[in-house]
C-alpha cells in the first residue's frame, strides 16, 4: 500500500512560483517541478477557498458536496451559519480512507472544523474560529502540539496591517511548520495532508507589489518585500521537509486551491441590473423589510446577531477580505438601500457565489417571473447582455463567462446557486451586490484588496510512481481520485473528477487497474450552530455602535 503526502499552499499559482523556482528562490520547489510534473489546476466557478477546498478533498462539485459559499442557509429560511466541516454532504476523502482501514493525519486544511473522528488525526485550519480549544481530534492531540509548540492557533491568519504584521505571520508559519513535522513524526499515517494559509493572506493585501518587480524600490515595497520573500521561503523549506520524507513507496502532492491576479475595479452587479431594467430601486420606503439583505433572508436583528458573532471573532478572523466586504455590503443595504421587489426580476445576492439570481415565483416570496419558458429566456437575454458589458474604462467586454448554473454544476444543491454564474477569468474586476454604488463600474481604492483569487491554482506530484517532466493539467476535482489511486483504492462512483493517469510511472499504471466503488451513503448531517460568549458579543456591539449601526 503507497503512501502519501499531500502539501497545500492555499493561494499558490504558477505566476510567482514558475519565475521565482527559475530564479532559484525556490529551490526545493524547483526540484519538484524538474523531477516530477507539474501545471495549473482549475478550481471550482467561483474560486473562492471553502468551496474550493472542499471541492478538491470530496472530488466533488459543489453542487453535490454543498459547500456554495462562506454561509450556508441552515435550519430553515432566514437563517444562515458559517460554514463548518459539519455541513459537508457524503464523505470526504479523510472518511473513504478510514473506512477502508488506511490512516489520515489532517492538519490545518481549510473547513475541517469542528474536526472529525476519522482514522488518525485531524487539526482543523482555516475558518476555526478565534479562541476555540476543540480544533484537534482526538482532543489529547492539543496538549501533544503545545508541549511541542509552546503555543499554536490553528487559524492565527489575520488581514495583513504592513507595519505590526509581517513578523508575526513568519513566527506563525514556524510554528503551524514545528506542529505539522512533529505530527507527521510522531504520528505516522498512510495519506499525511497540512495546508499553508498563510501566502493567501499575503497575496490579498500585497499582490500589486508581488506583480510588479519595479515596487521593490518603493517605500512600501521596501518594506513589504523581505518579509513577503521570507514568507515563500518557509514555503519552500516545508516543501523540502516533504521531499526528505519521501521513500520507495511514498509520493508527494503539492496542490493550490486557485491562483491569484490582480484586481483594480468593482463591477457593482445591481446597479448594471437597474440600469437595464432587470431591477428597480424604491424610492421611498426605506425600510428594512423591502431591501437586498432581506429578501437574502437576513432580518435586521439577524443581521446584528450575525455580525455580532461574526467579528470579535470575527469578520477579521474567519474570513478573507472578500467576505468581510460582502458582510459590510450586506449591512450596508439592509441598513440603506431597498429594492422594489415587485418590479425586479433579477439581482445579484452574495459576492462570493458571483452571480445573478432570478425572483422567481414559486420560490422568492415576492417573485415575479414564471418558472419554465419565462425563466429560460430571461436567462438567456441575461447571458448575452452580461457577455456584452462594456467597462467603459477600457472599451472592452468585461464578463468573460456567463453560465446557466446547471451548465457548470450538478447535483442536489445547484437549486441553492444564482441561477446565472460569472467568470471574469483574468479581467481585474470584483463582484459587489452593493445597491448605493452610483456607477457600474469604480476603481477598487489603493488601500483596499490588491489581489483576488483566479480559478488556475497550481498541482505538482513527485514520488517513485511519479514520471518526470510531464506537464499536467489537472481540475480539482481531480486531486481526491488521484490520491485513492496513488493508494491504491478504488475511486467512488459518484466523484466528478478523474484519476490524473497521465502522471504516473508505465509500471505502475499496468500492475494498477482504476476501480470503482460505490458511493456510501452518509446520513444528511446537520449543521452545528455556533455560540459565542458575553464578552465576544459585547465587544462586538461595541463595533456596532462605533460603525454608526447601532445607538
Ligand atoms: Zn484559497
Redesign the pocket.
Known sequence: MSKTILLGI??ATLDVLRPWAEQGKLPNLARVFKQGVHGTLRSTLPPY?AQ??VSMMTGRNPGKHGVLDFFEAAGGPGHHAFISSALIQGEAIWDILSRHGLSVGMVNVPLTYPPVPVNGYMVSGFMTPKGRQDYTYPSELRDEILRVTGQYNPDPWDLVDPAKDLETFEQWMDIAEQAAVFLHQKHPVDLYANVIQAI?QLQHSFWDLLNDENSRSTPRGQQVWPAVEACYARMDEAIGQRLAWLDDDTCLFLVS??GFQTVNRWFHVNRWLAEHGYLKFATADRGVGQSLAARLGWTREELKMLVRRLDPLGLRRFLDRFARASIADRLDDALAQPIDWTQTVAYSGSRTSEGVYINLKDRDSQGTVEPGAQYEDLRTRLIEELLAVVDPATGKPAVCGAYRREEVHSGAYVSRMPDVLLDFDDKPYLVSESTSARDVFEPIAATDIQGR?HALGTFAAIGPHIRSGTVVEANILDVAPTLLYAMGLPICDDMDGRVLEEIFMPEYRQAHDIRLESTQRVEQRESVAATYSQEEEEAMLQRLRDLGYLS
Open positions: 492555499d493561494g477557498s474550493a477546498w493567501d486551491d486557485h483569487h
